[in-house]
């Protein structure tokens, strides 16, 4: 069955930097896009970034363009997200997503930034 499972999170003072990774099993990896999501406390979801199943298209939410980095290595099953410049605004639960015949998620992983 297809399995996501999420790390990385943590706790972080506002303009530090977390690296966040979403292991995968249960599919084909490489032929699939990836995504991140994520959750702050009393708000919906929302899509942060995605990556093509290739790795060479990426797109970003514009609240997170030029600070977070979407990469996979499809050797390892793993997408990452690199995040700098944290603000506590970016605090959340972060999700990755993969869309098959179906949706499937994680079960998220908490980034807190603050001071």
């Known amino acids: 069955q297809v399995q996501l499972v999420e790390s990385g999170g943590g706790l972080v003072q506002p303009g530090g930097s977390l690296r966040l990774s979403c292991v995968a099993s249960?599919?084909?990896?490489?032929?699939?896009?990836m995504r991140w999501y994520r959750q702050a406390p009393g708000k919906e979801r929302e899509w942060v970034a995605s990556?093509?199943?290739?790795?060479?298209?990426?797109k970003y939410a514009d609240s997170v363009k030029g600070r977070f980095t979407i990469s996979r290595d499809n050797t390892k099953n793993t997408v990452y997200l690199q995040m700098h410049s944290l603000k506590p605004e970016d605090t959340g639960v972060y999700y990755c997503?993969?869309?098959?015949?179906?949706?499937?998620w994680g079960q998220g992983t908490q980034v807190t930034v603050s001071s």
């Open positions: 990556i093509t199943d290739g790795g060479a298209i990426t």
């Open positions: 249960g599919f084909t990896f490489d032929n699939y896009a």
């Open positions: 997503k993969v869309r098959t015949l179906f949706s499937y």
